[in-house]
């Protein structure tokens, strides 16, 4: 078809360790939620499929992580919008990249929002309470895992229409006894710092304890910094876990670093 | 599997290959035998033969998975001169094991109001999940450390945490000589502080219910234990100041490269004769001993829960027995003819001596060491005798064995109401965290029935009683 008009955005695929619990309000379904870059409004995704082969590429290969670190209530005045905003720990870069995006898309005359990017995630519509939500807010970590051109077919679903490769930083994966996370990074101190975050998606009261270390690149140390983030989380107000093991071995594929991560529960 | 050989009734001798120093040797029945979970474990148990030192067999349970360098559920026997300790035969809950005790009131006996009220007593007299620290209560000072690591359980019971009569009732007495609490670093210490008397998170719990059958009257009566009874079981280990005590020791080992020529980092072992093989044995005895006061001062809030709501004295509940099943202990076993002191592993595996024993209180040599089983919280557990097998170092197995991990119970029980369905069985659960009930479902756990009838075909332990839960405070 020569025209097809679909309302379109640019966002993030996200995984967090959503609450089972919200204050009311219109949820978004949390296979639903995006961190979104740029929304282009009804165009003609027919044109915009021509130009997605130079779809500015990204600066990173893993999908940042981070925290929601405040609720926003948006827009400011008169807002119908719950969203939690998200500090990453790409936050430089990608607000670059974003400038690079917005600059791309004009270029190709598409009128998208030239504001200054705000990192967050629409959870709820209205109605709501805002005081209601900025009680139950509580910090938990999240994670890029995707960027997709989305399709919004109403009823606040939201369908991937066109994926740009982008790895996960993480992901679960199946072991009898404990809980096992591959990992992956460009470095070892974002393999540490992942591996940090994965730990917090199953035990979020940890994520002040979260710091970024200067590793060598060996495996050993890294397990051993994460033991000791496990000791005074411990200490401090109660761990899940009992230690990170001494396994598997680091391995590298496209330079990325990836590691089979197992904690002893 | 095809070349295992059956060297008794769910007995199976699994052959050497390339640099295993032993063979190895499965309990296991058909039914679990096609577990199809069974190949890592399989594999781990082969590694074990690698060490050093190992002799006789590298032994699984029926309840074996995979586990931390050693399969869950793994036996193995080191020559105390020749062979090594490692702390992943331990593992990192240093003396985790079970206790149990008996309510001299017929469970029946009970109302549904009084149930509710003393499962909800137990719960607040004994603190339970992540971070749930002894927040009012005194924190242990290095002095207390010195007197734990020396006493074992007896400390606990010095300061009014149960009865002098509860000390025969615990395996080793409550006490594993040589520990030495100056081999333990500052941060277990900081760990340990306020956790003594709590049960932790995970896969501990404390638990109610009724004595459902008596499968060995003459045990059972030895033992004064009564169908219809009610029981409670509790199991905890060493938290987090066992897990530091491995976690230091495995830093060390390995940053000495002590994992070298062995086919898994994880077995990262010493020699027992070595400083460093002393210094671990030392600080895991010391955490050995923390764990039984621990579930010492459980099992007392768990009397005074019954004295408040129950209005029965505490000493009228009586300890049946308590059980280590992560630890590395000394012993004299018959190799070839000859006693020979070994350093035996057991890792998810219980000590289950049969009658005669010297080691024993007196209590039981007439009739071997009481073997607890827990299986899971919705269908049943297991109270064994043990019948001394030597092939497996007097040892049997520990629990059902996981199924299914927490990550796919968590996906299994997606949007349903996991205290609905064990309310609908019966149970009644009580947890800080209700992901820790859904972890700890029945189904995942292999059938323990099938785990125990195992261990009785090959000569381990004898079923005595069946317990079946009612009631069960999680982490």
Redesign the interface.
Known sequence: MDSEIKKLFFAFEIMAPWPTEYPKGRLLAAESRHLTLAFLGNVNYFELKMILPEFPPLPFQVGPVGVFNKVLFLPPRRPHVVAWHSELDAAQPLNEYYHQLIHWLTDHHYRVDERDFLPHVTIARSPFVINEWRKSFFPIPMAITGLHLYESVGNLIYTPIWTYPLLSPFQELDHTADIAFLIRGETIEKLHFNAQIALAFKHSPMLPFIHVDHLESNLDDLIISLNALISRVDCEIGSPFKAVSFHGDLQEENHILKWEMIVDV | MSNFQLLAPSMYEIPKTEGMRVPGLLIANEFLLNDL?ID?PLNQLRNVAHLPGIVGYSIAMPDM????GFP?GGVAAFDADEGVISPGGVG??INCGVRLAIIPISFKNLNSQTKHQLINQIFHNVPS?????HKKGKALTDSDYEQIAKKGARWSVEQGYGFEKDLQHIESYGVIEGANVDAVSQ?AK??GRVQLGTIG??NHFAEIGEISTILLPEIATAWEVEKGMTYILIHSGSR?FG??V??DT??TF??KGF?KDLPD??L?CAPLKSAEGKEYFQAMATAANYAFNNRQQILHAVREACREVLSVNPEEIRLIYDVCHNIAKFEMHPVKGAMRKLCVHRKGATRAYGKGAKELSPLFQGTGQPVLVPGDMGRASYLMVGLGNELTWCSSCHGAG???????SLKEWKGRDPIKYMQSIGVEVVAASTRTIVEEMPDAYKDVDKVVEAVQDASLANMVAKLRPYMVVKG
């Open positions: 979970s890592e998975h995979w586990g931390y869950i990192y809950d999940g992540v971070g749930h620290g941060e900081e760990r998170s995970g987090g897990h530091q491995c976690q495995l830093n390995i940053k994992h980092k994880q990262v996981r199924a299914r991990s927490p990550h796919q």
